[in-house]
């Protein structure tokens, strides 16, 4: 089966420019996270779907960020307006559902430079 | 605080040597445990993962974990150590209904 898929893989924008990520997750997964990853730490959980439905989004900065997965399959991360300290690898995951036993897959990343 | 400590930022072995990294929790509870790895430009890969019963477990590649409660640790092993392991292995913890908590990360090094 095909994997997580996400792009761009690399970005590069000035600060208080905005910008956006994509992913679509494996068919049938209904649990879609976002992670932000810093350079030299473990991804930090963003946001979490349960099929269109946000189930978590406690560390998500709302004033910069927004997410949505419209009709329950891929999902969009943005970033208006970003700042230097917003550069980090952009991950995107999958489960099939939220049950802890479940495997969560991840794409390859963005990878979101803000100079 | 809850939290998954990775004592090790950085361990530099030699091909063929034997590895061990380490991983730590803090919860009240005893979490599902993961060791996931990942390679330069790349998601990260599920290496093995722990719910319940062996506290010795199997993972992909040659790597295996054991769970200590005793120790709230849930250490990373291999017997020897090929050059395409180099890479960055991060710990993740869950507890039930709960979502995923990552430690920093180890990142290792082959030395030929």
């Known amino acids: 089966e095909a994997g997580v898929a996400q792009s761009p893989r690399y970005k590069i924008i000035e600060k208080r420019q905005s910008v956006a990520f994509w992913c679509n997750p494996i068919s049938g997964h209904a649990t879609l996270y976002w992670y932000q990853q810093i350079l030299g730490q473990g991804p930090k959980l963003l946001i979490q779907f349960q099929n269109n439905g946000v189930v978590d989004d406690s560390q998500l900065p709302k004033d910069r960020f927004s997410a949505e997965r419209l009709k329950g399959v891929d999902s969009t991360l943005k970033i208006q307006p970003a700042k230097l300290e917003d550069s980090a690898v952009y991950l995107c995951?999958?489960?099939?559902?939220?049950?802890?036993?479940?495997?969560?897959?991840f794409g390859p990343g963005t990878r979101l430079t803000v100079l | 605080a809850q939290s998954v400590t990775q004592p090790d930022i950085h361990i530099t072995v030699s091909e063929g040597a034997s590895l061990e990294l380490r991983c730590n929790y803090s919860?009240?509870?005893?979490?599902?445990l993961f060791w996931y790895v990942q390679s330069p430009g790349q998601g990260l890969q599920l290496l093995l993962k722990?719910?319940?019963?062996?506290?010795l477990v199997q993972g992909i590649k040659g790597f295996e974990a054991e769970f200590k409660r005793s120790q709230s640790s849930f250490n990373l092993r291999k017997p020897s150590v090929h050059w395409s392991d180099a890479a960055e292995y991060f710990c993740?913890?869950?507890?039930?209904?709960?979502?995923?908590?990552f430690g920093p990360g180890t990142r290792l090094s082959v030395l030929p």
């Open positions: 919860y009240g509870a005893t979490p599902y």
């Open positions: 995951a999958s489960r099939r559902t939220s049950g802890s036993h479940n495997e969560q897959f």
């Open positions: 722990y719910f319940s019963g062996d506290t």
């Open positions: 993740a913890v869950v507890l039930y209904g709960q979502n995923f908590v």
